[in-house]
């Protein structure tokens, strides 16, 4: 007896120690973020000076989202949630937010060397800002993913629903400013640039878009009931993360390629970035329909299934939160590679505008599958 109860201490000891680690890492990554910002609000603006510090701004921006990563691989259960735990996730938030506008305030600054500066040092400059923009739009989804893995892993969501719940509200307000904030940046850099069609990418797009609006027929078809609840939704969330994967694949091309090439951006791959982000509106509208299934059955749903079910729902939530944010990386990762930025600039700003609002409506539907997940969970732990 005493064995097991030494056992269970060391485990408890264990995890005390790792979520002490979690919260050094997020005070480390906060502060890393108030560096950068406050690199960003001080740069000397001159023409012979602004490609460097904006160089230095993105390596900078690099190691924080280097930090994000190794800490969303990292992670480990359980974790005990705590309000320091939740406050500081709340400053993660909020900082990203906040390095969203003061990039946007640089982007508008740039505006008055224009004239002083040689042209390809401000196209580089240009391609550093717009790589600025969107490693801070990256970071922003790094923690909206820590946030997800935090929620996921805790063993006590339901003492903690009601403060959960007031985090989430912060994110999502700080996760809307920064995206927006982030479109802002690109807009006042594109307006700026003045520059002179491949379609390799056309046959992944056209394959995703294909396999995505399955995805959203078969999690359509889903009809929940007390007695299939838990079932279905695993199999949805199963058919969400291998359709994840292949989102991610796409983006790994993305990624290796943009070390080596440029590309000219074509209507078709516009259209189909749209088209991708048409798809996770859809896919939160079924989200919707799964949240009125779930609170009409609840109550005649044992509560074992019920659990599995919302734990299920939250996973599920997160791996389409993940998608998203991928599907708004790999449309800015393209406009990083293009060399036809001028000529196409209305369609990639309608594109993006249309992006923001596709991907915000869906984001809205994850939170509120989220929130209908802690609330039930919360209320069988009383």
């Given at each position: 007896m005493n064995n097991i109860l030494k056992f269970f201490a060391v485990l408890?000891?264990?995890?005390?120690?790792?979520?002490?680690?979690?919260?050094?890492?997020?005070?480390?990554?906060?502060?890393?973020?108030?560096?950068?910002?406050?690199?960003?609000?001080?740069?000397?603006?001159?023409?012979?000076?602004?490609?460097?510090?904006?160089?230095?701004?993105?390596?900078?921006?690099?190691?924080?989202?280097?930090?994000?990563?190794?800490?969303?691989?990292?992670?480990?259960?359980?974790?005990?949630?705590?309000?320091?735990?939740?406050?500081?996730?709340?400053?993660?938030?909020?900082?990203?937010?906040?390095?969203?506008?003061?990039?946007?305030?640089?982007?508008?600054?740039?505006?008055?060397?224009?004239?002083?500066?040689?042209?390809?040092?401000?196209?580089?400059?240009?391609?550093?800002?717009?790589?600025?923009?969107?490693?801070?739009?990256?970071?922003?989804?790094?923690?909206?993913?820590?946030?997800?893995?935090?929620?996921?892993?805790?063993?006590?969501?339901?003492?903690m629903a009601d403060r959960i719940l007031e985090m989430q509200v912060i994110q999502s307000e700080n996760m809307t400013l920064t995206q927006n904030t982030v479109l802002q940046t690109q807009t006042n850099a594109l307006a700026l640039v003045s520059v002179m069609e491949t379609a390799s990418y056309d046959v992944s797009l056209n394959t995703l878009i294909t396999e995505g609006n399955l995805l959203v027929a078969k999690m359509t078809f889903v009809t929940l009931n007390p007695w299939n609840m838990s079932r279905e939704l695993e199999d949805v969330q199963t058919d969400v993360s291998n359709y994840v994967s292949q989102v991610e694949q796409f983006k790994a091309l993305l990624n290796a390629d943009m070390d080596q090439s440029t590309m000219y951006i074509n209507s078709d791959t516009l259209n189909s970035l749209v088209d991708l982000s048409i798809i996770m509106t859809s896919i939160g509208i079924v989200m919707d329909s799964y949240g009125v299934s779930i609170e009409a059955s609840q109550l005649f749903t044992r509560e074992t299934t019920l659990l599995d079910a919302m734990n299920s729902m939250l996973i599920l939530s997160s791996d389409i939160g993940k998608m998203s944010n991928s599907i708004l990386e790999m449309a800015d990762q393209i406009l990083l590679m293009a060399d036809n930025i001028g000529l196409a600039a209305d369609q990639i700003l309608l594109t993006q505008e249309l992006q923001s609002i596709n991907i915000a409506t869906a984001q809205v539907s994850i939170l509120a599958a989220q929130q209908l997940a802690i609330g039930i969970i919360a209320a069988n732990n009383k």
């Open positions: 408890a000891l264990s995890a005390s120690l790792l979520q002490a680690d979690l919260k050094t890492d997020m005070i480390n990554i906060n502060n890393s973020m108030l560096e950068l910002n406050s690199s960003i609000s001080t740069v000397d603006l001159n023409s012979n000076t602004i490609c460097a510090s904006l160089l230095s701004q993105n390596a900078q921006a690099k190691d924080i989202l280097n930090a994000l990563v190794l800490v969303n691989e990292n992670f480990s259960a359980p974790i005990t949630l705590d309000e320091e735990t939740l406050l500081l996730a709340e400053n993660l938030f909020v900082t990203v937010a906040s390095l969203s506008t003061q990039t946007s305030l640089l982007s508008n600054d740039i505006t008055m060397i224009q004239a002083n500066t040689d042209a390809i040092i401000f196209a580089d400059a240009i391609t550093a800002m717009l790589q600025l923009s969107s490693d801070i739009g990256e970071m922003g989804d790094r923690i909206g993913e820590m946030a997800d893995n935090i929620l996921i892993m805790s063993d006590n969501i339901g003492l």
